[in-house]
């Protein structure tokens, strides 16, 4: 999981690595007592050996939150509810267990007290005790008693949707967000978080504009500043939009960087919110790291989620600081957000631009519909019809993608970016391959995604696409599992059998489909030409290809005369066998020529050796 950490030494301890560290183990004992706000007093006085209660009676009291509510206003049930949070907490942070998995880790974000370092790729954490998860039961019981006597009492109402989602119970979070009866930004609020943890994208959607709506006009503002999630090369522009002015703003970038456009709703947007949900119910009392509730925190959850696990770690039998506290966020996560350039110039961007795997990150996300992201093996096609171009989006689960069994759901969404609505289409029960087809009038984005339910997994692919224009005489071709023998091939009915990418395995039989918008006729046939050609070959070698004297480079070429349909249709199809060559990227050129007119596509190819 990704981990967050907090030192009990000075502000500056976390963001260095564990090398300088060591350097400053002698005077740590030293500053754990003198740090004040730069450590929690509980963390200073285990260094010191003072029992934790003597350390939280200094703490100055926390300022007034109209959340907590007041003295007259809270009832018995409530009050109680209170001190066992406070007491769970304690005990819960005392009770951790030890982590070794990240003991190398180094920091990659330091966040003032805290140091946060992405740990995709380490050892899970420790399990929970499971009397931990005991009294966890025992505050919700009683969350619930006062909830059911107030529900007017904000602090218990998010408490009880917060310790309900931590302890894993979906729909108890959904009943507490539901039975609020307090402060109405702050139950609606509540109702997107649980909402949004049980994967209901469009409900949660609308609790949350709800929330937004109905809170004050400058905690809205506060809110709705997305500019933690931004490069710093973007925050000056940002900033200088005002807090109206940036509405629209985010909800381009909340939809450029949606992970699934196939999904309805946009969980990203309700991730955002719902991090925001709950670090204000952090800030209501306790938690695990046991420090007072600070900027440093804040933005450590809104940008890369709350802990849904704690360990503790040291340095070792030699290391004198007292065990520093780990939160672990879930795993894996990705980073969704677009580079600069596609957030600026969405329709001139590339695959390239969507990488979620970025190393460092100024945010993250883990999906709770799929627990690992690939990239989707692919292939684009375009054909005309009419003043209209059909959009043939394939892919093909590779082995590597790790993707389980089927079912799969696969979607491809077309968005012009511009405010007008995106055109989706999605394929339930879908095969391991195939292309999904939809209409494109004008320059877009296309978002090729495929989600395997079962094996909790996604892949996609997002990129910019061109309809075809008016004049031109030869399609796209499509790459086929096998040729279409009949008479009339076309493209809808051999959607549904595409090969699904651009990676072919040596030694095989594979199709292709193309149309051609030009008459064709015995008596005045078109010359059909299809040649693959490796690429990276020396001058030699392709000077020997050219007379026929090394067929590794030029391992397909096929010529023929087409002599049209009888129904004068533009589909063509054809079944090729495509040898074992040396795997590599080649070029697969279509060439159609008559009456001194030729036109051409090509796309390039990844040839691989058959397993």
């Keep these: 999981m990704d981990q967050l950490a907090f030192t009990t030494g000075s502000r500056r301890a976390s963001g260095v690595r564990r090398t300088r560290l060591r350097l400053l183990h002698r005077i740590l004992p030293v500053l754990a007592i003198m740090a004040g706000a730069g450590a929690s007093r509980s963390a200073a006085a285990q260094a010191n050996n003072t029992p934790p209660a003597a350390a939280d009676s200094v703490r100055p009291a926390p300022s007034r939150d109209p959340l907590r509510g007041s003295a007259s206003s809270i009832g018995a049930v409530g009050s109680q509810a209170r001190g066992l949070q406070d007491a769970f907490e304690r005990n819960h942070r005392l009770g951790l267990r030890f982590y070794n998995g990240g003991a190398d880790a180094t920091c990659e974000v330091p966040l003032g007290r805290i140091c946060y370092w992405n740990n995709n790729g380490d050892v899970p954490p420790p399990a929970e005790r ?44 959904l009943v507490a967000a539901r039975a609020c009866g307090g402060t109405e930004w702050w139950c609606q609020a509540l109702r997107g978080l649980a909402l949004h943890n049980a994967n209901q994208h469009v409900a949660s ?85 046991d420090l007072q509730w600070g900027d440093d925190l804040l933005e450590s959850q809104v940008r890369y989620g709350w802990p849904t696990a704690w360990s503790v770690q040291n340095g070792g039998v030699a290391d004198p600081r007292p065990p520093q506290v ?213 001058f030699m070698q392709k000077l020997g290809a050219s007379v026929g004297l090394s067929k590794t480079l030029t391992p397909v070429s096929i010529k023929y005369n087409d002599n049209g349909r009888p129904d004068v249709g533009a589909g063509r199809s054809l079944s090729f066998n495509f040898p074992s060559v040396p795997a590599g990227e080649y070029q697969l050129t279509l060439m159609v020529s008559g009456a001194g007119i030729t036109d051409s596509t090509t796309q390039r190819i990844s040839v691989r050796p058959r397993r």
Aim: hydrophobic share 35%; proline share 7%; glycine share 8%.
């Design 326 to 538: 780990i939160g672990h966020e879930p795993t894996p996560s990705y980073d969704f957000m677009p580079t600069v350039e596609a957030i600026e110039n969405p329709l001139t961007s590339t695959p390239a631009d969507w990488d979620p795997r970025r190393k460092k990150a100024r945010m993250r996300y883990s999906t709770r519909y799929a627990a690992g992201y690939g990239a989707l093996p692919h292939q684009f096609a375009r054909v005309r019809r009419g003043d209209t171009t059909l959009l043939a989006g394939g892919y093909r689960l590779m082995r590597e993608l790790e993707m389980g069994r089927a079912p799969y759901t696969a979607g491809l969404t077309v968005d012009r970016v511009d405010g007008t609505a995106a055109r989706p289409v999605t394929r339930d029960s879908a095969g391991a391959n195939g292309a999904l087809l939809v209409p494109l009038t004008s320059q877009a984005m296309a978002s090729l995604e495929v989600l395997a339910p079962v094996g909790t997994r996604a892949a996609r692919v997002r990129t910019t696409v061109q309809p075809l224009t008016g004049e031109v005489r030869l399609s796209d071709f499509l790459l086929l599992q096998r040729g279409d023998p009949s008479p009339t091939p076309s493209l809808e009915r051999n959607a549904g059998q595409a090969y699904g990418s651009l990676d072919i395995e040596g030694g095989t039989q594979i199709g292709i489909y193309w149309e051609i918008y030009r008459p064709a006729s015995p008596d005045a046939p078109l010359q059909v030409s299809l040649r693959t050609t490796r690429l990276g070959a020396s």
């Design 130 to 173: 499971a009397d931990a998860k005991l009294e966890r039961e025992q505050l919700m019981e009683l969350l619930g008693r006062a909830q059911a006597a107030d529900p007017k009492d904000d602090w218990v109402s998010g408490m009880r949707v917060r310790y309900a989602i931590e302890g894993g119970f979906v729909d108890t979070a």
């Design 205 to 289: 959607g609308q609790a949350f504009e709800r929330a937004l709506t109905a809170m004050p006009a400058d905690q809205r503002c506060e809110w709705t500043d997305i500019t933690m999630w931004l490069d710093p090369f973007q925050h000056a522009n940002y900033k200088a939009l005002g807090c109206e002015g940036r509405r629209a703003r985010n909800e381009r970038i909340f939809r450029l960087a949606q992970p699934l456009w196939m999904l309805p709703g946009n969980d990203l947007r309700n991730e955002f919110y719902a991090r925001r949900t709950m670090s204000r119910v952090h800030a209501l009392g306790r938690i695990p790291y």
